[in-house]
């Protein structure tokens, strides 16, 4: 009989989708319903994500009989991520906690829709600094163009493709457009697709991966917003390999692991003009001879970068307040 000290039977594989104490493991191609072994929910409670979707696990088979719905298995083992998309979190007992949206990623995919909803830019400076920060390559998907193609070409989105290099798709979940660039883009990859809610994140997939008949929701007519259709982040395999990932719609993104003096590193954009600052450790904010401030005077660097720049590092001062506790 294989006791638990037997890892001959153990399995590696990739968790799919997290739940509260179980989660569902991907080795090859079977899906194994989990639970979690005792001693690794002790060891993580304080993050209260002991697994998340993308984590690499080793799972350990339990026999056919032990569990009638299907293949079901002990999750043994976590891997260390190699990286993590996350966020400050309110925790329900005040303040705040990390939230890990998911692990192991390769590329994070921005989905950003150009009418019903508006494009909310300062979400897409956010999560630019959420990949950027973990060295996880970001993507822009500028969905619904059928709805507004003039929205489509707002220089905003040759800024980022062109200054910053990041990938600009432009596509139509509803004509089609744009998604064999889209469907290139993640093949063979692990992405996430993250953006608010009713920007077409699991119509797109459903295009992508046409068997996944992935629920879509209507955007309501007043307001304009998404109703929250998606309320898991769950990852599937593409048919040309990789795996994606569809997750619920974003209401913000709070960037939770970057020390404010490092923020400067994610806007490599605002990297030359920071040479003729007068300090090395301008914060580019109140000091005195910032380069940058006055490259954005000149025009030469637009000034809505330098904002969600700013922003983003009076949210990190608050953390670093909060968790030092003054
Ligand atoms: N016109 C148009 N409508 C689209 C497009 N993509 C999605 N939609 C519509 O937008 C609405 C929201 O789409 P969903 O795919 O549910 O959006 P989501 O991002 O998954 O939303 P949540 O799951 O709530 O986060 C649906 O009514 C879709 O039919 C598109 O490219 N063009
Ligand atoms: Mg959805
Ligand atoms: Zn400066």
Request: with cysteine; glycine share 10%.
């Amino acid at each position: 009989m294989a006791g638990t000290r037997d890892t001959t039977e153990w399995r590696d594989g990739r968790v799919i989708r997290a739940g509260a104490g179980t989660c569902r493991v991907a080795t090859g191609d079977v899906v194994y319903l989990c639970r979690l072994r005792g001693r690794l929910k002790k060891g993580r409670q304080q993050t209260q994500t002991v697994v998340v979707a993308g984590d690499e696990v080793r799972v350990r088979p339990l026999p056919p009989e032990a569990e009638a719905a299907g293949p079901a298995a002990v999750v043994e083992e976590v891997r260390p991520r190699r990286n993590s998309i996350v966020r400050r979190a309110a925790r329900r007992t005040g303040g705040h906690r990390a939230q890990v949206l998911m692990a192991n990623l390769d590329q994070l995919v921005i989905v950003q829709s150009v009418a019903e909803p508006p494009p909310q830019g300062s979400l897409v400076d956010r999560l630019l600094v959420g990949a950027t920060s973990q060295d996880v390559a970001p993507v822009i998907c500028l969905n619904k163009i059928d709805l507004a193609p003039d929205v489509a070409s707002d220089p905003r989105w040759d800024y980022y493709a062109d200054t910053l290099g990041v990938t600009v798709v432009q596509t139509s979940a509803e004509t089609g457009a744009g998604m064999d660039a889209l469907a290139e883009i993640l093949r063979d990859q692990v992405s996430l697709l993250l953006g608010a809610s009713g920007v077409g994140k699991s119509s797109l997939l459903n295009v992508i991966e046409p068997g996944l008949g992935l629920r879509t929701g209507e955007v309501t007519g007043k307001t304009g917003l998404g109703r929250h259709t998606t309320t898991h982040t769950e990852l599937f395999p593409l048919t040309g390999g990789g795996f994606i990932a569809d997750s619920p719609g974003l209401r913000g993104f709070d960037v939770w692991e970057v020390a404010p003096e490092s923020l400067r590193e994610c806007f490599p954009d605002l990297a030359d003009a920071a040479w003729d600052c007068r300090f090395r450790s301008c914060l580019h904010r109140d000091e005195p001879d910032c380069g940058v401030k006055a490259a954005v005077a000149r025009g030469e660097l637009p000034a809505w970068r330098h904002e969600a720049y700013l922003d983003i590092l009076r949210d990190l001062e608050d953390r670093q307040r909060e968790v030092q506790g003054y």
